[in-house]
């Protein structure tokens, strides 16, 4: 199974780092003639209404599928974790404040703060990214805080400090470690939903411009083609799905792996 | 024994029921479902000029006049007869009542059109109707309409707006008149039974229509605004009939079984705008260049799938047809040639291309048409950066005269007449917020000219129109790109036929084989 989650994710990865390089046609070059044409030996995939080869567009379009996702999901973990273990760790007023805050941006229906950041305020693809990151975080920041508080008492921690050691230290050098099983966990669970937020973003027609290759958009670009080419449409969707279940099951593997004391 | 009597009706009500729902389909339907891709609004032209609502509208709604086949004007509620250039007298039918009962008097029809002249109405119609100096009711029966000026293109819009509704209901109602509260009531061959913004409309058959009873007895409003969910509802018999068919995926509904798919030529002109004011589209070189460039005959073809034909000439092709029938003007045309685009573009401020954020609205069709565009822009240089934005905010954006640049504009019209079209075009008060001139073209001389054509006939109507046209593709503020069929699908248990100007579709409407 391991090997198997680690080979599709090798592909994607593969794909995200050389996909441009591996497209057999340049994903942007239209031919109307060919217009959503059917799987042929020149086009394994067919072609989009536009006459674009869709394999190409999918090996294109990897890197800004995985790319942002992955960059959610690092700036939540960076995120979540500092200030989670701040709130846990030091308690008192910063601890209320913080979760009085979390609990205001939870209650944010994320989706539709999106669209509006994006779409509304007319905020490019970065601002989407960078709110999606900032939506992400509380609902981590709750988890690691009460993490944090239940390791904070134990008998390590009590050590650490009546040996005088500084918060930050006992915070990142001591307790970080014990909650990494669910720091990794949570990131991946972060990279996926990220990864269904923004193909949804595109699909919306608020994300990327018409035309970016990019996996969300050619669903919605190409579900019109179901009867002609049905590759077009399915074979992206496909994609986010193999993507979003292989890091899910990862994310459960990971953290048993390190929970038992390190990745096997 | 009285649970015995109960089963027993149960018992036979059930059967009834399932050997009538068996029996369903071999009887003569008299209802039908129309699927609507959008919610009417209003069932008062006043406040719901779009597709959907006069969709409704047209059967519940007679115009004064209508148009025939070919787009002349032709009489309906009133025959009419012009004792000069700027004035009519029309003449209601005899005997007409509203669907409530009540007589249909000259008072009525006088007070439906100048209501649209009233700002307390704040009609959408109201543009079509500034040429208007008086409207009175004289005589038995009689409604005079005095013009500024003479105006051919009145009859034509009459046909369109002047819907005529009770006078006392509509003096009630200026501004919620055909809304889901107070409803409305005309002389047409349906009545309205129900009204809801969420759960659609559903007609009846009106005792007191004038003309030949309507075959059907029944219809019924959905809004499906999901293209597919609405093939798919036409497909399995939940619709039996929808206009809302894209021609762009005629492909789709021309196989359905069971159902047939009706094309034919639509009042339409889909083109793009080059807005001018500023910036390189502001050089005609650059504009020259761009029409070069874009192959319409491939973008007809995507966006028509073969159900439309490019465009050379801004205007509508029925009105193309009407105006000068098989004797088409000589007009400078642009036709592609990458080489001739390449080589105007040497001739601009810009002779090594440039780069143009384009607008676009993310749903529809606009993106489609400006990837193509901007594929072939790129093959000269010029790299359009595609912007999309949600498409209430780019329309809201668009008709305030925004962020102007390269558009894609796909707008249908209502008459044969080129006048409707072309002030929106290029006279100097559409370029203004509100107004369709997008490109901002206009000058002295073509407001002149667009003043002259507004009471031209005919060789001089055709002269001021090819004159306008002439300079429209001189300077290229518009490049035209196709003029795609109106498209509807029908249940083949139904029949009816479709044409650009006609709107007696409901009246019309029959089971297949009476």
Not at chain 1, 49 to 60: H, K, N, Q
Not at chain 2, 461 to 485: F, G, M, W
Request: glycine letters at 8%; one cysteine or more; charged letters at 20%.
């Amino acid at each position: 199974m391991r090997v198997f989650l680690t080979g599709v994710l090798g592909l994607a990865l593969v794909a995200a780092v050389a996909g441009t390089w591996l497209a057999p046609y340049d994903p942007g070059a239209q031919d109307l003639a060919l217009g959503a044409a059917g799987p042929s030996a020149a086009h394994w995939l067919g072609t989009d209404d536009l006459g674009r080869d869709v394999l190409s567009r999918l090996l294109a379009g990897a890197g800004s599928a995985l790319l942002w996702p992955v960059v959610v999901a690092v700036c939540t973990m960076l995120l979540s974790t500092s200030l989670g273990l701040l709130a846990g760790y030091r308690r008192g007023w910063v601890d209320a404040v913080m979760m009085r805050t979390v609990d205001l941006a939870i209650a944010l229906p994320g989706m539709l703060v999106l669209i509006v950041v994006v779409g509304v305020l007319g905020g490019g693809y970065g601002w989407a990214v960078l709110a999606m990151a900032v939506l992400f975080t509380p609902g981590d920041i709750r988890v690691i805080r009460s993490l944090t508080l239940a390791q904070r008492e134990l008998a390590y921690a009590e050590a650490a400090r009546t040996l005088g050691l500084r918060p930050a230290r006992i915070m990142f050098r001591h307790l970080l470690p014990n909650l990494a099983p669910t720091v990794v966990a949570s990131a991946l669970l972060s990279f996926v939903a990220a990864l269904v937020a923004l193909a949804g973003l595109s699909f919306l027609g608020v994300g990327l411009p018409a035309g970016t290759p990019d996996w969300g958009l050619m669903v919605e670009e190409n579900r019109g083609l179901l009867d002609l080419n049905p590759w077009a449409a399915i074979a992206p969707a496909a994609l986010i799905t193999v993507v979003a279940c292989t890091a899910t099951l990862l994310g459960d593997r990971a953290f048993e792996s390190l929970s038992k004391g390190g990745l096997r | 024994m009285t649970y015995a009597k109960a089963a027993t009706a149960a018992v036979v009500l059930a059967l009834t029921t399932a050997c009538s729902s068996g029996a369903g389909p071999a009887q003569t339907r008299d209802s039908l479902v129309w699927g609507l891709a959008t919610a009417p609004n209003s069932l008062d032209i006043a406040h719901g000029f779009n597709k959907s609502s006069t969709l409704v509208q047209s059967a519940v709604l007679d115009t004064i006049v209508a148009l025939d086949s070919t787009g002349k004007p032709a009489p309906r509620l009133a025959d009419w007869t012009q004792p000069d250039p700027a004035s009519y007298l029309f003449t209601l039918r005899k005997g007409i009542r509203f669907s409530d009962g009540t007589p249909v008097t000259a008072d009525d029809a006088a007070f439906s059109l100048s209501r649209h002249l009233d700002p307390k109405v704040a009609s959408q119609a109201a543009s079509y109707f500034t040429g208007v100096k008086r409207v009175e009711a004289v005589g038995e029966g009689q409604v005079r309409v005095t013009l500024k000026r003479p105006s051919p293109a009145f009859l034509a819009v009459a046909a369109t707006a002047w819907q005529v509704t009770p006078r006392k209901l509509a003096e009630a109602h200026p501004k919620d008149l055909g809304s889901p509260e107070v409803g409305t009531v005309g002389t047409g061959p349906f009545k309205v039974s129900r009204f809801s913004l969420t759960s659609g409309v559903v007609l009846e058959r009106n005792p007191s229509y004038w003309g030949k009873p309507p075959a059907l007895r029944k219809v019924e409003f959905k809004t499906i605004p999901d293209p597919e969910t609405l093939r798919l509802a036409v497909r399995s018999g939940e619709v039996d009939a929808t206009d809302g068919v894209n021609v762009r995926d005629a492909r789709k509904w021309t196989n359905l079984p069971g159902v047939k798919a009706i094309f034919y030529p639509g009042n339409a002109i889909a083109y793009l705008s080059l807005a001018l004011k500023s910036g390189p589209l502001k050089d005609p070189h650059v504009r020259k260049a761009i029409a070069h460039a874009v192959d319409r005959k491939a973008v007809a073809q995507l966006m028509t799938a073969g159900h439309g034909t490019p465009a050379t000439i801004m205007l509508p092709k029925p009105q193309i047809t009407a105006l000068y029938g098989d004797d088409l003007p000589g007009l400078p045309e642009h036709a592609h040639d990458l080489a001739a685009a390449k080589a105007e573009l040497a001739k601009s401020g810009y002779p090594h291309g440039f780069e143009l954020k384009a607008p676009y609205a993310s749903t529809g069709d606009t993106g489609t048409v400006m990837q193509a565009v901007a594929a072939d822009l790129a093959k000269i240089g010029i790299r359009l950066v595609l912007e999309p934005s949600p498409t209430d905010q780019y329309v809201s954006r668009v008709m305030e005269h925004d962020r102007l640049s390269i558009q894609f504009v796909n707008l249908a019209y209502g008459t044969p007449e080129p006048i409707e079209v072309l002030p929106d075009l290029v006279s100097r008060a559409s370029a203004e917020p509100q107004g369709f001139n997008f490109s901002g073209y206009g000058t002295a001389e073509t407001d002149r000219r667009l003043d002259a054509l507004s009471s031209a006939t005919g060789d001089e109507k055709k002269t001021q129109v090819t004159a306008l046209l002439k300079e429209i593709a001189e300077q290229v503020p518009y490049v035209p790109l196709y003029s795609a069929d109106y498209a509807a699908a029908l249940s083949e248990k139904f029949t009816v036929g479709f044409d650009t100007w006609t709107v007696d579709t409901f009246a019309n409407l029959r089971p297949a084989g009476r």
